[in-house]
C-alpha cells in the first residue's frame, strides 16, 4: 500500500494584506480553515497567523494536488466567513500562496514557530524563511 511521508509550511495572506483577521472571526476563520484541512484528508500540526496573514504546517494527502487542497481551504474559508454574518465586511484572500517542503525533523520546531505567531510578530523575531513577504 502507498504510503508517504510530505509535510508542508504554507503561508497566505489576506488581499492586499489588509489587517482584517480580527480576534472576531478569527476562531471561526480558523475551525473552518481547520474543518476544510482535515475534511480533504490532510492533517493539521499548526494553524496560527496574524491580522493580515496564516500559517498552517500540514500533511497534504496523495489523492490531491497541493495546488487543489490550499485553493478549496481558502475558497471555502473566505466564502463560510463571508456568509457567517460574524463580520460585515468582504473577506478576501490574496491570489497567491507560499509553500515549502519541511523535512520530518523540522516539523516539530516549524509547529512551535507557528504555535507563538502572534509573540514573534509583536516582539520583531520572526525568521525570514518562514514569513510570506509582503
Known amino acids: ?15 492586499n494584506r489588509e489587517p482584517i483577521i480580527t480576534f472576531k472571526i478569527e ?34 494527502p496523495r ?3 497541493v495546488s487543489q487542497y490550499i485553493g478549496k481551504i481558502k475558497g471555502s474559508s473566505s466564502t463560510r466567513i463571508n456568509k457567517s454574518g460574524v463580520d460585515e465586511g468582504q473577506f478576501y484572500w490574496q491570489s497567491g500562496y507560499s509553500i515549502f517542503t ?6 516539530s520546531k516549524l509547529t512551535k514557530y ?9 516582539v520583531g523575531s520572526i525568521k525570514s524563511w518562514f514569513e510570506l513577504k509582503k
Not at 500500500?1 to 488581499?15: D, E, N, Q
Not at 476562531?27 to 496564516?54: C, M, Q, W
Not at 507557528?114 to 509583536?122: F, P, R, S, Y
Request: no cysteine.
Open 1 to 15: 500500500m502507498p504510503h508517504s511521508r510530505l509535510y508542508y509550511h504554507v503561508i497566505w495572506g489576506t488581499k
Open 27 to 60: 476562531p471561526l476563520l480558523f475551525d473552518f480553515i481547520r474543518s476544510k484541512a482535515i475534511g480533504l484528508g490532510g492533517y493539521l500540526y499548526a494553524l496560527n497567523g496574524t491580522e493580515d496573514h496564516v500559517h498552517l504546517v500540514t500533511h497534504i
Open 63 to 65: 489523492t490531491i494536488t
Open 102 to 107: 519541511v523535512s520530518e525533523f523540522m516539523v
Open 114 to 122: 507557528v504555535e507563538n505567531q502572534k509573540d514573534h510578530h509583536a
